[in-house]
């Protein structure tokens, strides 16, 4: 949400106040803002500000609720950046907190899962954007898609729905050990057909027979392997069957050859 600021409503806000609408974030992109900033200038650093602007939700208390920017804000944070740009999407101040978070949530503004991708309740939320933790999960999602994994999406929280993927795909040994490994191994899971319910997937979908309803890929492997097996067993008893048949004819031969060589004694 970079824009220029003409024709939009900004009010500047002090950053350590914004409330996270999310609890984790990736460190890996975080550093990377950081070292973006610290190369700035002092009037590159003046238009970064004037350019960013936070799109928040007015909540109870008066509190501004971000809904993006949350890896910038924390970069900024710990850069000492003392106010930003904000602009309020929606003025909720006057709901109490559950219908609040249920109205958050239903306009997909919120996203409080950990860094395990497990629910967590609303109250885990931190309450500022220093209290976010690290998912190296997300780090490695976003660097994906900066790769070409897939394709940049509108979807809210799309690169958490990507790491949450890739946690069953990429160990987190592997991930923490030898980052670059780790995105080689994202890379080449990317395209997988089991990813294509993601938002930005840029793989090709398995072609199916006409009117044939598209089986999930691991049913799929499963069916074609009881297949094979299911053949190789037909096969084996054939095969037994017809020796048992040859062995047959072949008694029978050799019990019709025997009294024929008594007479002939």
């Known amino acids: 949400m970079n824009l220029p600021n003409t024709d939009l409503h900004l009010i500047t806000v002090k950053l350590d106040e914004l409330r996270p609408t999310q609890i984790t974030v990736g460190f890996r992109e975080v550093n990377a803002k950081r070292a973006h900033w610290q190369a700035l200038d002092k009037k590159g650093r003046a238009a970064a500000i004037d350019s960013h602007w936070f799109p928040a939700v007015l909540g109870p208390k008066s509190r501004y609720y971000v809904v993006d920017h949350h890896h910038l804000g924390r970069a900024w944070l710990e850069e000492s950046v003392e106010s930003v740009r904000v602009t309020v999407l929606k003025d909720l101040s006057w709901l109490e907190p559950t219908i609040f978070w249920r109205m958050m949530e239903h306009n997909q503004w919120v996203h409080p899962f950990d860094a395990a991708g497990e629910r967590c309740e609303f109250e885990r939320l931190p309450r500022q954007l220093l209290g976010l933790a690290d998912d190296p999960y997300r780090s490695l999602a976003g660097e994906l898609r900066t790769s070409g994994g897939y394709a940049k999406d509108t979807t809210p929280f799309s690169e958490f729905l990507w790491a949450d993927y890739l946690r069953r795909k990429v160990s987190e040994t592997r991930l923490r050990k030898d980052f670059d490994a780790a995105l080689a191994d994202a890379l080449a899971h990317a395209h997988d057909p089991d990813a294509r319910y993601l938002p930005g997937w840029s793989g090709v979908v398995p072609a199916t027979p006409a009117g044939a309803p598209m089986a999930a890929p691991a ?20 095969d037994k069957a017809d020796k048992a048949d040859k062995a047959d004819k072949a008694d029978k031969a050799d019990k019709a050859d025997k009294p024929a060589k008594v007479r002939k004694g």
């Open 219 to 238: 049913k799929a492997a499963k069916a074609a392997k009881a297949d094979k097996a299911d053949k190789a067993d037909k096969a084996d008893k054939a």
